[in-house]
């Protein structure tokens, strides 16, 4: 019988890798709490209606990429094609906003519909913040920053922030016009979105990835000329807070983002390791989504950060995340070690060490091997004399160190004393 592959454009995450995968996940946990965010979990299917809506008819997300079905009810479902939407619907939907401004994070899946290529998946998953009322570019700056040590922590050395600010409504229709007197007397040089984009909403083309588009975004005019004064006052405070706290950034003056929801502040963090498809954070802010949704004008700032394209620049520049190895492995040698071993193990367990064991029987040196494919650091080794003797023996994989630790009256007695080795610097081992 053939066997069922996972759908094109989709990955499993197994040991090691998971391993690695739950490293950065924890840092990010860790890292959200320091700034004062509260994680948000949202459905995986969202009603259609929010994309359109919340994303933009015009973008390539919902006119090319959605993963979109009719339900049993008849009713059009979207599978998450991004967070921002979703986190905006459950805020109103809830009513969080009415206890003041929000704080949320969220890590998960979305999907989309496009070719699969390296850090780019049907279904990927992605790191993000929200930062909802507050109007200030104190936000902007803070929601940067949390991305920032993010980065910062994994010691990545070609990391570029690069911002811009695209204005608002009030700045939008004379920059679109210049941009169609600029890219109209081009379009047959254009790629085939950009004409289309061309027509419907010129700023798109600003985003456009393709090889022939590249001269003639390059030579666009830009929004600066169009800024309103308080869009221009708040970009340039967003600076100054950025030079206040160390963080080195470069103005590019085309900069836009991928969704119709963004207003005055857009940014981007790119990794050159990444190579031509660099960008490995984006954000920025989306002032007008909350009301577009039906609830209270809001401000809001806040980013996504592809989880795959980060843990890709972290594998090229040797900065991967610890897979999380360690802990001890029961090494039985015969029936009576397994069957006394069996309790040890549990109680070891209970006492909050990770333990490994395998219940097959084989040679010492085969199951040291095992031991060391599973990533313990130590193993407590179980046998005829050691059961005699009411003793046990611990070593260190690494250094190969090893002590025999007892008598005991049974195995399990022996979990403070295994516990305390494996702490202490002779054990040449962190604790689990």
């Not at 390059?218 to 970009?235: D, G, V």
């Not at 929801?261 to 920025?284: H, I, N, P, W």
């Not at 080795?421 to 040449?428: E, K, L």
Request: charged share 25%; proline share 5%; hydrophobic share 45%.
């Amino acid at each position: 019988m053939q066997k069922i592959a996972a759908p094109r454009g989709t990955a499993d995450v197994y040991p090691p890798e998971s391993g690695r995968w739950l490293a950065l996940e924890m840092r990010i946990h860790a890292l959200a709490r320091r700034f004062g965010y509260g994680e948000i979990r949202t459905p995986a299917f969202e009603a259609t209606e929010l994309f359109v809506r919340g994303v933009g008819e015009t973008t390539d997300i919902v006119g090319k990429e959605m993963y979109t079905f009719l339900d049993k009810g008849g009713r059009s479902m979207t599978l998450r094609p991004e967070w921002t939407a979703p986190v905006v619907r459950a805020v109103l939907e809830h009513n969080l906003l009415a206890t003041g401004p929000q704080r949320l994070y969220y890590v998960g899946s979305f999907f989309r519909y496009e070719k699969p290529q390296k850090g780019r998946l049907r279904q990927a998953h992605q790191f993000g913040v929200e930062c909802l009322g507050f109007a200030g570019a104190e936000a902007d700056a803070e929601v940067i920053q949390l991305a920032y040590e993010l980065l910062r922590s994994f010691g990545i050395a070609d990391v570029t922030l690069k911002i811009n600010s695209i204005g608002d409504a009030s700045d939008r229709p004379a920059y679109l016009e210049a941009l169609r007197a600029h890219f109209t007397p081009l379009r047959n040089e254009l790629s085939e979105d950009s004409q289309r984009r061309l027509e419907r909403n010129p700023l798109r083309i600003l985003d456009s990835k393709a090889r022939e588009d590249q001269a003639a975004i390059a030579a666009a005019p830009t929004l600066a000329a169009h800024l309103s004064p308080e869009n221009r006052a708040h970009f340039e405070r967003l600076c100054a807070l950025l030079d206040a706290i160390g963080i080195s950034y470069r103005i590019e003056p085309r900069l836009v983002r991928g969704f119709d929801y963004y207003t005055r502040t857009v940014f981007e963090f790119s990794a050159a390791s990444l190579g031509a498809q660099d960008a490995v954070c984006g954000g920025g802010r989306y002032d007008e989504l909350v009301h577009a949704l039906g609830g209270p004008a809001t401000p809001a700032v806040g980013f996504g950060l592809g989880l795959e394209r980060f843990l890709i620049a972290l594998e090229a520049a040797g900065l991967a995340p610890d897979a999380g190895a360690g802990g001890l492995a029961l090494i039985a040698l015969g029936d009576a070690a397994r069957e006394r071993g069996f309790p040890l193990v549990a109680a070891l367990r209970r006492a909050g060490l990770a333990v490994f064991a395998d219940y097959r029987d084989a040679r010492i040196g085969v199951q040291f091997t095992r031991a060391e494919r599973a990533g313990a650091r130590a193993a407590v080794i179980l046998g005829d004399d050691e059961i005699a003797a009411g003793t046990v023996v611990v070593r260190d994989l690494h250094s190969r160190k090893q002590v025999t630790l007892g008598p005991f009256d049974a195995p399990e007695a022996a979990v403070d004393a295994i516990a305390a080795w494996y702490a202490s610097p002779a054990g040449d081992a962190s604790a689990a």
